[in-house]
Each structure stands twice: as C-alpha cells, then as structure tokens.
C-alpha cells in the first residue's frame, strides 16, 4: 500500500532512499557541471533538500557561501551527514511563498522535487520572488514519457510527469542552458535546466 500523504511516503522510503533512487533519479551526480559562477557570500536554496545528497555538492562547491535546504520529510532531513547538517540551514517544512524573503538567493537548485508539487505555478511564482534579480535557477527533473501506464504508476508514487514544466520555466525564467536525455531506451525524458531570473 503506497500511502497518501507525501511525509508517510517519505518516512517509509527514507530508509532505503539513497540505495534505491539512483537506479532512476538520473543526473544528479553530473549536476554540479551546470552549477553557475556566483559571488562568495552568496545565498543559495535546495528546495527538497531530502537526504542531502545536493547540500554536499553545494557546500564543496561554494565553501563560503550561506546554503538552505529546506523539505517537508523530517525523516529524510535526519538522513543528511552531521557535518554537513554543521554547514548549512535546514528547515523542515512545506516550500510555500511565505517560506523566504523576496530577493534571497543567488541560487535556487530544485532536484527531482518540482515534478512532486501539487500546485506547480504556485511553486514557481514562490522561486521566482524568492530568486534576486538575475539569480540562478537550477532544476533537475521529470521531463515527459510516452508510456501512460507509467505515468500512472508514478503518479501513486506522488511523481506527477508535467509536461509543461520545462515549458513553463522557460517562460518564466531566460533560459541559460537545457539538457535533455532518454533513460531506458526512451520509458521517460529528464531534463536539466539552468535559467535566469530576469525581473
């Protein structure tokens, strides 16, 4: 039985998360590839911080810069390393438009967590207040699958294939630079996007 709500999902499947997810989370170990050049100081968010697998990354390559995460599963935060837990600001809770300041961060990384959102626009009007002006966005996701069946199936896994994601946000924010690969001989499409916000 595939429970309901997002945070019973998550306390099930944090256990086994990370031996698990990357037989399908594609691309996230190439991720840092498309990380921008940001100042210092800068303030960056990763927006389902889950496990921490990005806040690693994050911390490597920005050592002095201020990094968020933030995500509604206390028990897949309680799986991020304590020295990374030691470096960043964790914050557990639902990603909404009163979760940060206008203009916060030169950065906002989203991995395999927009395709999760129930209200999409909701989630990138909240970005694109929270991003400076000409600050990043990165997004790492879910792009399309020919296969309903499988949509199907990963829809009671509570991953919605949108395939207006990647169009919205280039509608949203100028596009720097996309890369789009097939995974199992073409079952779905993923989809890197890094874009700016232009305000």
Not at 169 to 196: D, H, M, P, R, W
């Amino acid at each position: 039985m595939i429970p309901d709500n997002l945070s019973d999902y998550y306390r099930l499947h944090a256990r086994f998360f990370d031996m698990s997810r990357w037989s399908f989370l594609f691309g996230r170990n190439s991720l840092p590839k498309l990380f921008p050049t940001l100042r210092k100081q800068a303030q960056i968010l990763d927006l389902g911080c889950g496990t921490g697998k990005h806040l690693k990354q994050l911390v490597q390559q920005y050592p002095q810069a201020s990094i968020t995460g933030i995500d509604l599963s206390e028990d897949m935060m309680g799986k991020i390393p304590v020295h990374i837990k030691e470096r960043v600001d964790l914050i557990n809770e639902e990603y909404t438009i009163e979760s940060f300041e206008e203009n916060q961060f030169d950065l906002i990384l989203a991995s395999y967590s927009l395709s999760m959102f129930s209200e999409l626009n909701n989630g990138l009007i909240a970005i694109k207040k929270h991003l400076k002006p000409d600050g990043y966005i990165l997004v790492l996701d879910f792009d399309s699958t020919p296969h309903p069946w499988f949509s199907t199936w990963m829809a009671q896994n509570h991953v919605h294939f949108k395939d207006r994601l990647f169009k919205h946000l280039k509608e949203v924010f100028a596009t720097k630079k996309t890369e789009s690969k097939k995974a199992y001989f073409g079952l779905y499409t993923y989809t890197a996007f890094l874009g700016i916000n232009s305000k």
